[in-house]
Nanobody, 119 residues
Framework: QVQLVESGGGLVQAGGSLRLSCSAS????????MGWYRQAPGKQRELVAITTNSGNPNYADSVKGRFTISRDNAKNTVYLQMNSLKPEDTAVYYC?????????????WGQGTQVTVSS
């Protein structure tokens, strides 16, 4: 089993910044894509940003130019630097990883961390 633990969420004013972290633990052989999704109240979960294990990122149009995803493969950790935050960025942010681990290859989710942006 693989566990994803997120940290770094919180309350921030519009225009501010937050940095989310997600660390994977367990008997992990490798992690392919690793990234962030978010879900606002009453809305479907959506992709925010994702990166391959070689560091190639892909962003949702709504966050391009404001958010930056990065990862440290040695630590099995992915980060999301969020700048110029807007109230519409308010959501629960979930870490996601495609991992090859003891027991097989599967997709994993973290428990989520709340990001609230006040106007």
């Amino acid at each position: 089993q693989v566990q994803l633990v997120e940290s770094g969420g919180g309350l921030v004013q519009a225009g501010g910044s937050l940095r989310l972290s997600c660390s994977a633990s367990g008997i992990i052989y490798s992690i392919n894509d690793m990234g962030w999704y978010r879900q606002a109240p009453g809305k479907q979960r959506e992709l925010v940003a994702i990166t391959t294990n070689s560091g190639n990122p892909n962003y949702a149009d709504s966050v391009k130019g404001r958010f930056t995803i990065s990862r440290d493969n040695a630590k099995n950790t992915v980060y999301l630097q969020m700048n110029s935050l807007k109230p519409e960025d308010t959501a629960v942010y979930y870490c996601n990883a495609d991992a090859n681990a003891w027991g097989g290859k599967r997709n994993y989710w973290g428990q989520g961390t709340q990001v609230t942006v006040s106007s």
